[in-house]
């Protein structure tokens, strides 16, 4: 069924699909739509899920990681400082193995106060043991808050769902509603691990001492692991019954290219369209490798599209302080025990929700083929010296 | 998972540990009694009410049970140590309230009331003692009063058959003879005593020791012989005039007014006139103007000292007094004024208190000129008794008592003694306890020939300030129901009409069982480490995990619990 | 016999508590009057270490571990799970100190109390945070010594009753564990009334009160007895009802209260008096409560 709908909608569907039967939210624009059409879906009977509009983002997480542990498949969407003040939640959810997913709607921090997007939010908590994936379309935002859960429910990791605020999020667009029948098919309801089991009681995340600590954290990396073909395998399973596909990384017209861009999040379409023209203007040399997951960095993937270009512009929407790009920072790293690389150009743009035109990806195009080396370590595309 | 122990080795591999921190068994490899300084040990302590007994009643026990609705279990646990409750339960001076702790809390519990109601439904019930196996040893005992009964009933348990020698025509001594059946019906008494007749004791009345019968022979003839003859010689005044006519002993007029019709010498009761007159301050001097009161007479008391130097047991006083009877405080006799011979005043002469004598009491000095005369027809002497001793041998003898060691045996070996023979007129439950340790000599030395004497150490009951009150709430004593005044002159009917059942168990509930445990569940509800393991009749510490915090032995209300430091 | 103290035992031996632990009794008794079909969410307290490491636990009922704050949000959670799952039989409660209550973790609380979420929120209170050794909390009693109020603090306890009565939770009420069977009583009422429940429990800590362990009881009586922690119910926030001991609503001086703990020693007469004053009004306003609900 074809359907106009936000990116933001779209989320909700997703979750509506999945048959999410937690629902803990808490509204921070650019996420409230998410929210609000829920509700309307609780409200209405179309999705029988309990929804709690809990007090703050810290409870939205903590009640998700309770409702998880306790058997049911939990669902909530943030953003920015919402995301940021569920920190502390956010290591609880991953290290107690608990399968949540979460759509993240990209927001710049404050302050100065923004609604605007840009991936530091998202990006700040890469190292909590979450999976990421980030997303270019409102289809894609829908079929990954259900691939979401399948990987999810599999390796007992969470799933955070990255969209752009207001680029894709308030963006119509149509896409095609998968049936829930065939959602249904794809993924079965949640069985929890039987930890908290009546019959044979247990406690969940107690005092850990240095005698089992390190040995469990391993887990974590170990599930990371798996985590790459399970993501694999669940993304066929979903083109063999749902009919897309996505990858967890996308080499888009790469067979000719000699010049690479890496792009995540909105930014790949508007890259695509670029890419587009200039192929058919019988420009070949240039591709993109688009990035949806993003954790775990799935880095034999990127290496072997990658060491096929002689230049990769890596374009940030994103800032490590300090650093530079976080995008680029883990493509250099991925090629860190290799022989030979590709000249890495990092491109910063976008940050704050500043538009990435076409004109911006063209130029950033141009500066790649134009230098043989960067200039910068940072090249900072559109901002005003 | 729950119940067992189980060591998680922490040298688990990867694969076999769970995703997460996710429990895989239970704490209780951890031994927590290793943190322990303190331990505390279930460890019962005597209550004060026991350890004043005379005759050694197991008091908290019976209370325990009565509060339980336990008559019959109370009745068995009373009749180890005290053959006569029923009778105890009237006139016993009850030293066990004196003692009681709940004194220092508000009223002390009605543990005689309470005996009492036991020995009636004993009584009532027909229950019986169980008897140990057959004694072939032959015991004679001579005298039936309290003492002769219990040292009986004690070795009748045992298995003996023992036989009593008594001089009179009833068993029961002073019970029989001196105590009115307003304070103990006669049918109360006749019942405890048949109850102990049935258990295989001889009794051979109207036999007195001394006449045609001998000790010695006695002690031929038996394994063992117990004197248990009292204290019934009166005191004389040794004043002008004691010889006439209407001066008599308190005991005579007792004994006399004490038998049934038909039984009394003269055939009637002793006539004495209205303004009777009794000399004394005792048990005895209460009982014969409480007695000549129900005569129809308006009896006056003279005594040489004080009410609070009066030797009768304070109950007695207390009801002689409602009774309205004259008390004359401070005036001893010095002549009795006589026309023919026949009595018609008393001349007495006032007294002052001087210093204390041997007996405590303050002594009694005669205000020189201060004579006066009381105009009566009737005086009743109750100045005292003593042992009659004339058939005694006198190497038995000291000072005109019996002469025994703690266990009741005199300087012949197969000889004992126990009672008012012993110590001087004295008390019933005294007397009790006396017959019951000499019967366990008498046993003893029949067996083995000797009798042992462990020293039984001196115990410390639990007092007051030891106990956890917290737990204790304040009921006053379930009052006695009794007759009043009106009633009581006209008739010799029982003053007190005795507890009901459920007037019993709310009395025994009051009891803060002192030392003992009564089942409280404190130390088990109160132990955070479930180290106080509820057992059916008692609780145990489960010292794998007991961490010696203390708080059972703090909160126990009856001081069963000591700590006592762990060495370590 | 306390017959109205059921046997079972939801707690085993072995636990962490130190000795004289009113926390750990207050825990054993609540979960004999909840029963095994109970789901304990525990926050960050004294009672995390108590529970036992990983891979232990002392309870025998699903335990689960929470962060400090979120009492009130994970118990919300794990309730929604359960009911959306058809296992409305199943008790949550929700079990944090007096700094996971008072302090870190109102916010939570107050959004479970406002939603009136099903289920029992317990808080042991031990009148300071002890895990983290001993530092003061809004439920510290005035005058009371902890190490980050090295001379004496200086403000009074929050009245966590009244912030719950506000609530308009259909039950909260103190308990204390020297009166097991009123503390029974209470739980099972609990459990039998849906929506949010608050239980406030004071909890004697031998170590952090500086008292010995065995008069772990008689503290709790005399806070009881003396009006410091008297106990009551409030039914939908306006309803008192007194449950305290104390004859003819009388309270007994507190002074041997006081005495008896080490974290009151430096307080001289005039502040002692001025604790007294403090307890002796608030105890009028509670009656006062009672006479108007
Ligand atoms: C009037 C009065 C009231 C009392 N009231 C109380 C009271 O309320 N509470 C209390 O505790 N105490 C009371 N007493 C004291 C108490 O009665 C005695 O202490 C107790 O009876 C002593 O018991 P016993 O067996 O040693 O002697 P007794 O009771 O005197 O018994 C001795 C028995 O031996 C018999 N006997 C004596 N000589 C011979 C012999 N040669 N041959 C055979 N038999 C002989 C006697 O006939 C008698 O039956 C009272 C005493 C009196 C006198
Ligand atoms: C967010 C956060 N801040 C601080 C801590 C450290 N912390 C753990 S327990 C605790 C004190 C707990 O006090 P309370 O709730 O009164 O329980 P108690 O230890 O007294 O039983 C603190 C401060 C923490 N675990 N989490
Ligand atoms: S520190 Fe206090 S509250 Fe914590 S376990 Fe010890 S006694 Fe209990
Ligand atoms: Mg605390």
């Known amino acids: 069924m074809k359907e106009v709908t936000t990116g933001n909608h779209a989320v909700s569907y997703g979750a509506m699909l999945s048959r999410a039967q937690v629902i803990a939210a808490y509204p921070i624009t650019p996420q409230t739509q998410i929210v609000e059409l829920l509700s309307n879906f609780c409200a209405t009977g179309k999705l029988k899920a309990k929804f709690l509009k809990v007090e703050s983002e810290h409870s939205v997480m903590a009640a998700s990681i309770g409702a998880s542990l306790a058997g049911a498949r939990a669902f909530t969407a943030t953003s920015g400082q919402g995301l940021a003040l569920m920190h502390e939640m956010i290591h609880w959810a991953a290290n107690g193995r608990l399968p949540i997913v979460m759509a993240d709607v990209n927001r710049s921090m404050a302050p100065g106060w923004s609604i605007w997007t840009d991936q530091n939010d998202s990006l700040s908590q890469r190292d909590t043991g979450w999976i990421q994936l980030y997303c270019e379309s409102s289809q894609e935002v829908t079929d990954s808050i259900i691939q979401g859960f399948k990987i999810a429910e599999k390796v007992y990791l969470p799933v955070m769902v990255i969209l752009d605020a207001f680029v894709l999020s308030h963006t119509s667009e149509v896409i095609d509603l998968p049936d829930i029948k065939l959602v249904d098919k794809y993924l079965p309801p949640f069985k929890a691990r039987d930890m908290m089991d009546m019959k044979n009681p247990r406690a969940f995340g107690g005092l850990v001492t240095p005698d089992f600590n390190f040995e469990l954290k391993y887990k974590i990396q170990e599930a990371m692991n798996q985590t790459i073909p399970v993501a694999k395998w669940a993304d066929r399973e979903f083109k063999r019954i749902l009919g897309r596909s996505y990858g967890i990384i996308e080499a888009y017209k790469c067979e000719k290219a000699d010049t690479i861009l890496v792009t995540s999040g909105t930014i790949t379409s508007t890259s695509r369209y670029v890419i587009n023209q200039l192929h058919a203007q019988g420009k070949k040399n240039v591709g993109i490798l688009k990035i949806r997951m993003f954790r775990p960095f799935p880095a034999k993937e990127v290496v072997a599209v990658l060491s096929k270009a002689k230049k990769v512009a890596v374009i940030d929407r994103n800032i490590g302080y300090g650093v530079g790009g976080i995008f680029c920072q883990e493509v250099k790293a991925a090629f860190g025990n290799e022989k030979k690389h590709p000249e890495f150009f990092n491109f910063i743009t976008g940050i704050g929700g500043r538009d990435v035109t076409p004109k911006d990806i063209q130029g950033i195009i141009d500066y790649t083929e134009t230098h043989k080396k960067p200039k910068e370590d940072i090249i900072w595309v559109g901002l005003r010296k | 998972m729950q119940s067992k122990i189980k060591v998680i080795p922490t040298t688990l591999k990867v694969k076999d540990l769970p995703p997460t921190a996710i429990s895989m068994s239970n704490m209780l490899f951890n031994k927590t009694g290793s943190w322990r300084n303190y331990k505390p040990v279930y460890d019962e302590k005597l209550p004060p009410c026991n350890a004043t007994c005379p005759s050694g009643e197991k008091i908290q026990g019976y209370l325990y049970l009565v509060k339980n609705n336990k008559f019959a279990e109370a009745w068995q646990l009373i009749k180890q140590d005290n053959p006569l409750p029923a009778v105890c339960g009237r006139v016993c001076f009850h030293p066990c309230e004196v003692e009681c702790n709940r004194n220092d809390y508000d009223e002390s519990v009605g543990i005689h009331n309470v005996e009492r109601l036991i020995g009636d439904y004993g009584l009532r019930h027909n229950l019986r003692v169980k008897i140990g196996i057959k004694k072939k040893q032959q015991i004679a005992i001579i005298g039936g009063g309290p003492a002769g009964i219990s040292a009986a009933y004690h070795l009748a348990r045992m298995g003996y058959k023992p036989t009593i020698f008594e001089a009179e025509r009833q068993l029961g001594g002073m019970l029989q003879y001196g105590i009115p059946s307003y304070r103990l019906p006669k049918n109360i008494l006749q019942k405890e005593i048949n109850s102990i007749i049935k258990m295989g004791v001889k009794v051979k009345t109207g036999m007195r020791v001394g006449k045609n019968l001998f000790i010695e022979e006695l002690a031929k003839k038996y394994h063992a012989v117990l004197i248990a003859t009292g204290a019934y010689k009166e005191r004389n005044l040794d004043i002008p005039g004691e010889e006439a006519r209407g001066v008599i002993g308190a005991l005579d007029f007792l004994h006399e007014a004490n038998l049934p019709r038909r039984q009394a010498g003269s055939g009637k009761k002793p006539t004495i006139s209205k303004d009777v007159v009794i000399i004394g301050g005792g048990n005895a001097a209460m009982d014969a103007a409480r007695s000549a009161l129900r005569m129809g007479a308006h009896p006056k008391v003279i005594y040489r000292r004080t009410r609070n130097e009066m030797p009768a047991i304070p109950d007695e006083i207390r009801d002689t007094e409602e009774e309205k009877i004259d008390f004359i405080f401070l005036a001893a006799p010095v002549k009795v004024i006589t026309k023919n011979n026949k009595t018609v005043a008393l001349e007495c002469i006032r007294m002052k208190l001087g210093s204390a004598d041997s007996s405590g009491r303050r002594k009694p000095i005669p205000v020189k000129g201060s004579n006066f005369r009381i105009k009566t027809g009737t005086i009743i002497k109750a100045i005292g008794e003593s042992p009659e001793t004339s058939f005694i041998p006198a190497s038995l003898l000291k000072d005109n008592l019996v002469c025994t060691d703690k266990w009741g045996m005199t300087a012949q070996n197969n000889i004992f003694a126990a009672g008012d023979a012993v110590t001087g007129p004295k008390t019933v439950v005294e007397a009790i306890g006396a017959g019951k340790r000499s019967a366990q000599a008498i046993d003893k030395y029949v067996r083995t020939g000797k009798v042992t004497h462990t020293e039984i150490p001196e115990v410390k009951p639990v007092r007051f300030e030891q106990l956890n009150t917290a737990y204790f709430e304040h009921a006053p004593r379930v009052s006695m129901p009794h007759l009043e005044f009106k009633q009581r002159v006209k008739s010799t009917k029982e003053v007190y009409l005795g507890y009901k059942p459920n007037e019993a168990i709310t009395e025994s509930d009051r009891c803060f069982s002192c030392g003992v445990c009564n089942f409280c569940d404190n130390c088990w509800v109160f132990c955070p480490d479930m180290a106080v393991i509820k057992k059916k009749n008692k609780y145990e510490f489960n010292y794998d995990y007991c961490k010696g915090c203390g708080i059972c032995a703090s909160e126990c209300p009856h001081n069963v619990i000591s700590l006592v430091e762990e060495k370590k | ?293």
Request: proline letters at 5%.
């Open chain 3, 1 to 293: 016999m306390r017959n109205e103290i059921p046997l079972e035992e939801n707690l085993n031996s072995g636990h962490l508590a130190c000795p004289g632990c009113g926390g750990s009794l207050s825990m054993r008794l609540a979960l004999k009057a909840l029963g095994r079909k109970t789901y304990l969410v525990l926050t960050a307290c004294c009672w995390s270490i108590i529970d036992g490491p990983f891979p232990y636990s002392a309870v025998k009922i699903p335990l689960m571990h929470t962060a400090f704050e979120t009492a009130g949000s994970a118990a919300s959670g794990i309730r929604a799970a359960l009911d959306i799952l058809g296992k409305k039989d199943i008790t949550v409660m929700a079990w944090a100190g007096d700094g996971g209550t008072f302090d870190i973790g109102i916010q939570a609380l107050s959004g479970a109390a406002e939603r009136n979420e099903d289920f029992i929120y317990s808080c042991y209170d031990n009148e300071a945070y002890m895990n983290t050794g001993i530092q003061r909390s809004s439920g510290t009693p005035w005058g009371a010594w902890t190490t980050t109020t090295p001379e004496s603090k200086g403000e009074q306890k929050k009245k966590i009753m009244e912030i719950m009565a506000a609530h308009r939770i259909p039950y909260a009420a103190t308990l204390s564990p020297a009166y097991p069977e009123d503390f029974i009583r209470k739980y099972k009422k609990a459990k039998s009334i849906k929506g949010t429940k608050f239980m406030h429990i004071l909890s004697p800590c031998p170590p952090g009160w500086k008292t010995s362990s065995e008069q772990s009881m008689k503290l709790s009586r005399m806070a009881v007895e003396s009006g410091v922690f008297p106990l009551y119910e409030i039914e939908n926030g306006t309803k008192y009802t007194l449950n305290n001991p104390t004859a003819d609503f009388k309270i007994k001086p507190i002074n041997e209260y006081i005495s008896m703990q080490g974290r009151f020693r430096h307080l001289n007469k005039e502040q002692i008096k001025f604790m007294q004053e403090n307890v002796t009004s608030e105890w009028q306003r509670l009656l006062r409560k009672l006479k108007y609900a």
